[in-house]
């Protein structure tokens, strides 16, 4: 758990950004995510994955595709992303298979980073810490220690448990949809038609994926069998 979500996960994201841009990190990473969770969820548990949701999966693809193919050239860095989204998947995994609770999830993730990090940071790696002003470490301190490293964990988590495995790990592929949309509300940036595709890509898979839990669907599903049955086939 603590590698496929706690500091290896974290330091391969900050690797894979000397050569790949922020936002293959916010489509590249979720969508992977999502798409093996699903292939995970199949093998492992047997989940049904119909027509609809491999078709959700290959237009996530497609949207990260096409996405990646906006912010520049492919690099290593997307390939770590790649990986590093795999390594959610496994921890979703494993949450799912020892049906751990939200909060002794993300205190293992939390605390076991800071256990294994933390010794080799104070003996081996450069500290520039004494250099940096203290609102800026304060705002990491605030930012990535307690949002990132512990509220969005158990956030991830929590959902998992009160939407399921597969709900839960399908709604961060919606990471770069929301981006593109905060952009636009928040900082005034302008979106192109192409991003508008891929992000539209991205969205339609996500609810492909989702509309085997959705009461509509299987409405649709037993309103299609009696009206076979009507027929005679």
């Avoid at 539209?200 to 409405?219: E, M, N, S």
Wanted: glycine residues 12%; charged residues 10%; aromatic residues 6%.
């Amino acid at each position: 758990m603590v590698a496929g979500f706690g500091a290896p996960y974290v330091l391969l994201i900050s690797l894979a950004l000397k050569t790949a841009p922020a936002s293959a990190a916010g489509s590249i990473n979720p969508g992977m995510m999502a798409v093996t969770s699903l292939l995970l969820g199949w093998i492992i548990f047997r989940d049904r994955i119909g027509r609809v949701r491999i078709g959700g999966a290959v237009l996530i693809l497609v949207g990260i595709a096409l996405f990646t193919e906006l912010v520049g050239s492919f690099t290593v860095g997307h390939l770590i992303l790649m990986g590093t989204g795999i390594m959610w998947a496994i921890y979703a995994l494993i949450v799912r298979c020892t049906n751990i609770p939200a909060l002794s999830a993300t205190a293992v993730v939390a605390i076991g980073s800071a256990v294994i990090y933390l010794p080799v940071y104070i003996v081996a790696l450069p500290k520039r810490i004494a250099a940096a002003p203290l609102q800026d470490i304060l705002m990491q301190a605030g930012f990535q220690g307690v949002l990132v490293s512990v509220l969005a964990i158990y956030a991830f988590n929590r959902s998992a448990e009160l939407l399921g495995p597969l709900v839960g790990a399908t709604l961060p592929a919606l990471i770069p949809v929301t981006t593109l949309g905060l952009g636009v509300l928040l900082l005034g940036e302008t979106v192109g038609i192409e991003h508008m595709v891929s992000a539209g890509a991205i969205g339609t898979g996500v609810a492909l994926i989702l509309a085997g839990h959705a009461p509509a669907y299987r409405l649709w599903r037993f309103v299609r069998a009696r009206v076979a049955l009507l027929n005679g086939d």
